[in-house]
């Protein structure tokens, strides 16, 4: 069954575009103008992806983040005029995967697009497991000795990849790119947020970390917490 896209976009005209592309793009694709709307239809329908705008008519993009995350775990895309490194945070923190300013490349959109379906359809056989840290993937969910620890979708991949491959160390780019396909290195801070987020969820002292480590200069690495 093709993927099911949901598009929250108060401009209608722009929404459009967007639906029109994804369907050329063998998706299927609701829309909805208004924050209430897409909380409704992505606890009603599930869909694999929401395509989330900032600026819309009560509830805002942040507020209808932050509402979904209580109740799912759909990947969230969002889309921003704002350019603001403390709205991007925000966004983030509010659990957002990814972003994308406006004006874009309705071509850019769909490669996130396509980039962000694939990652969340990966799915090893059994839970990936780097010490005490278990990632059932297909489960879509983390424990740390035996304890459940809610991840938002972008900590959820960032920390798959790195369960993936224990010890090897990643940069911020080979991140992005595991998790988003794509090169933009003004990202390079949404990496970071997640792994502080991360390691507040995970580690015994986040201000110590034994599991998630930063290779100074490179990037960051998962390991056993045995060194």
Known sequence: MNAHVV????????????????????????VVHDGRSAIELVL????????????MPGPDGIEVCRALRRESNVPVLMLTARRDEDDLILGLEAGAD???MKPY?????????RTMLRRNAWAPDGPLRVGEVAVDVPGHHVTVGGRRVDCTPGEFEILAAMAAAPDRVFTRAQLLEKTRGFEVSAT???VDMHVVKLRRKIEPDPRRPSYLLTVYGIGYKLTDGSL
């Open 7 to 30: 598009v929250a976009e108060d401009d209608v005209r722009q929404a459009e575009v967007v639906r029109r592309y994804l369907r050329a793009a063998g998706y299927r694709a609701s």
């Open 44 to 55: 009603r329908s599930r869909p694999e992806l929401l395509v989330l705008d900032v600026m």
């Open 98 to 100: 990814d972003y994308l």
């Open 105 to 113: 490349n309705p071509r850019e959109l769909m490669a996130r697009i």
């Open 188 to 190: 390079d801070r949404t």
